[in-house]
């Protein structure tokens, strides 16, 4: 079993940034692909990036990014410290959602930005005002 907790959610202006981190107990992240996702109200729960399992052994896997966010957010994980984190710049008013981390043990059962993940955590909310 694996508990995410998210932190660091808030509001902001547009232009500005914030970063989220996840931080996990009961099992270690370095054996889980990890990734962010949000709901906006009245929307389906989308994927936003990805970090992709390397075996464990290091900080860095593949990432991936949806085309929306690409450029602006980041992902990144702390093995040492069981914490993942999703960094985000020049935000804008429709980045407005409840955003969510997600763990799964090694690989995502039909890729990493399907919704296969075992482990989620409980949202963070953050609000980008225009």
């Known amino acids: 079993q694996v508990q995410l907790r998210e932190s660091g959610g808030g509001l902001v202006q547009a232009g500005g940034s914030l970063r989220l981190s996840c931080t996990a107990s009961?099992?270690?992240?370095?054996?889980?692909?990890v990734a962010w996702f949000r709901q906006a109200p009245g929307k389906e729960r989308e994927f936003v990036a990805a970090?992709?399992?390397?075996?464990?052994?290091?900080?860095?896997?593949?990432?991936d990014y949806a085309d929306s966010v690409k450029g602006r957010f980041t992902i990144s994980r702390h093995n040492a410290k069981n914490t993942m984190y999703l960094q985000m710049n020049s935000l804008k008013p429709e980045d407005t959602a409840v955003y969510y981390c997600?763990?799964?043990?090694?690989?995502?059962?039909?890729?990493?930005?399907?919704?296969?993940?075992?482990?989620w955590g409980q949202g963070t909310q953050v609000t980008v005002s225009s």
């Open positions: 997600a763990a799964e043990e090694t690989l995502v059962p039909g890729g990493p930005r399907s919704l296969n993940y075992d482990y």
């Open positions: 009961g099992r270690p992240l370095s054996g889980c692909t």
């Open positions: 970090n992709v399992w390397s075996g464990g052994s290091t900080d860095y896997g593949s990432t």
